[in-house]
């Protein structure tokens, strides 16, 4: 899906598809327009951009290298990532490349906002953020708050680990930003043990955590006892 206005009207566009052995198929619009000397021209580009990477993060990426063509520098280049929730650095995160070009975000509400100002645009500025799936973390926080009563049943507590297993990010390694949720995954199914140490379930998801842990060399406060224990 794709739509572009020019200065307010619509402006018809192509579609054109290209391959290669590196990128696979990859599609491409184009559109004619006319730019008039001393004035201003308005493009409004819009449409759908699939996510990439590893369940249960999704990554976009957004290119701004293309830019390099232009006369002169970008002026100023803003990028919003809005999400139907607050946002913030735990579920929200650049790539490292993207964070020593665009620096940290703002946050606000809903919303992450990156701004920079007049730059010669090169590969090393394009754009890349990853993002957790937004059905694992609405999870997560409906988990959180049921945990947040005082009596909180141990399946509450069990949830929440679960909750938390469920938005980190693992092939063969941990993924270093799914790191902070590890801890509480663990701390999670200790509460749940704790409250009914006869809950089976409870004593079987806190052993394949810890399992877990031990498969991806996460390093933790676990003790062999423990892992006999679970």
């Not at 000397?37 to 493009?43: E, N, Q, R």
């Not at 819009?46 to 002026?75: Q, R």
């Not at 964070?99 to 500025?125: C, I, K, S, V």
Request: hydrophobic share 40%.
């Amino acid at each position: 899906l794709f739509a572009v206005d020019v200065n307010g009207a619509p402006v018809t566009h192509t579609v054109t598809s290209s391959a290669s052995e590196a990128d696979g198929r990859r599609m491409w619009a184009q559109f004619e327009t006319l730019y008039p000397a001393g004035a201003s021209t308005v493009i409004s580009v819009s449409y759908v951009l699939s996510p990439t990477g590893y369940y249960p993060t999704a990554s976009y990426s957004y290119i701004f290298a293309t830019g390099a063509g232009w006369d002169g520098p970008i002026g100023s280049a803003e990028l919003l990532v809005r999400l139907p929730y607050p946002v913030s650095s735990a579920n929200i995160y650049p790539e490292q490349a993207t964070h020593l070009r665009w620096g940290r975000p703002q946050y606000r509400g809903n919303e992450a906002r990156w701004l920079r100002r007049r730059f010669e645009p090169t590969q090393a500025d394009n754009f890349r953020v990853n993002v957790i799936s937004p059905d694992r973390w609405l999870t997560l926080t409906a988990a959180r708050r049921a945990t947040t009563a005082r009596n909180a049943s141990a399946e509450s507590w069990r949830m929440l680990g679960r909750a938390y297993e469920g938005v980190i990010e693992s092939k063969y390694i941990i993924a270093t930003h799914s790191l902070r949720f590890v801890q509480l995954m663990l701390d999670a199914y200790r509460q749940a043990v704790k409250r009914d140490p006869g809950s089976v379930p409870a004593r079987l998801d806190t052993a394949e955590a810890l399992m877990f842990c031990c498969a991806t060399m996460f390093i933790s406060k676990v003790t062999d006892d423990e892992i006999a224990a679970a």
